[in-house]
């Protein structure tokens, strides 16, 4: 399985980015999905999750701020993010979970200017 993903940039404290991250190869095998993000000098951390039915996971500081969502169809996985913080700036990393093995995206920068 090999994701790509996109959608990161620089933006105002308040304002919104959506990040996408498509999936090819074994895609029959994928099943959970998500996002994980990696600020400084910091460990990589669990953003949001979302299951192959849609049942999703939010980590407590993005509750109410961002989605995760998935279009099977498409292969693809979402992160739309708004009302975004200085302390959102991160590498941000897709990745999926497929026969029992994790598999990942190349980062995206985002960055929340004050």
């Known amino acids: 399985v090999q994701l790509q993903a996109s959608g990161g940039g620089l933006v105002r404290t308040g304002g919104s980015l959506r990040l996408s991250c498509v999936a090819s190869?074994?895609?029959?095998?994928?099943?959970?999905m998500g996002w994980y993000r990696q600020a400084p000098g910091k460990q990589r951390d669990l953003v949001a999750q979302?299951?192959?039915?849609?049942?999703?996971y939010y980590v407590g500081s993005v509750k109410g701020r961002f989605t995760v969502s998935r279009d099977n169809a498409k292969n693809t996985v979402y992160l739309q993010m708004n009302s975004l913080k200085p302390e959102d700036t991160a590498v941000y990393y897709c990745?999926?979970?497929?026969?029992?093995?994790?598999?990942w995206g190349q980062g995206t920068q985002v960055t929340v200017s004050s």
């Open positions: 990745y999926a979970v497929a026969s029992f093995r994790d598999f």
């Open positions: 190869g074994s895609i029959s095998s994928i099943g959970l």
């Open positions: 979302i299951s192959t039915s849609g049942s999703t």
